[in-house]
């Protein structure tokens, strides 16, 4: 079966740097665009960064973009989310998505505070 597993949350102060992780099993991970969403309390779960199957077409919410960058390793089956220069505003649970099927992750909690 499809699963998702996220991981690389957790504390930073401002201005700090987090890797998130995805790793995908249970499909051919390279036939797959994949995608990185955040979800704060009491709002709808909003888009992060997008990436085709071949790591290409790359889209960014404008609230992340030159901060944020999304890549893929086809080899290891794992979608990255590198974060740097991490604001308060960018706390919440991330998820890993795959598009076509609706399969998402169980999530991993960023919290930016000092």
């Known amino acids: 079966q499809v699963q998702l597993v996220e991981s690389g949350g957790g504390l930073v102060q401002p201005g700090g740097s987090l890797r998130l992780s995805c790793a995908a099993s249970?499909?051919?991970?390279?036939?797959?665009?994949m995608s990185w969403y955040r979800q704060t309390p009491g709002k709808e779960r909003e888009l992060v960064a997008r990436?085709?199957?071949?790591?290409?077409?790359?889209i960014y919410a404008d609230s992340v973009k030159g901060r944020f960058t999304i890549s893929r390793d086809n080899a290891k089956n794992t979608v990255y989310l590198q974060m740097n220069s991490l604001k308060p505003e960018d706390t919440a649970v991330y998820y890993c998505y795959r598009i076509g099927g609706g399969y998402w992750g169980q999530g991993t909690q960023v919290t930016v505070s000092s």
């Open positions: 249970g499909f051919t991970f390279s036939n797959y665009p």
């Open positions: 990436i085709n199957s071949a790591g290409g077409n790359i």
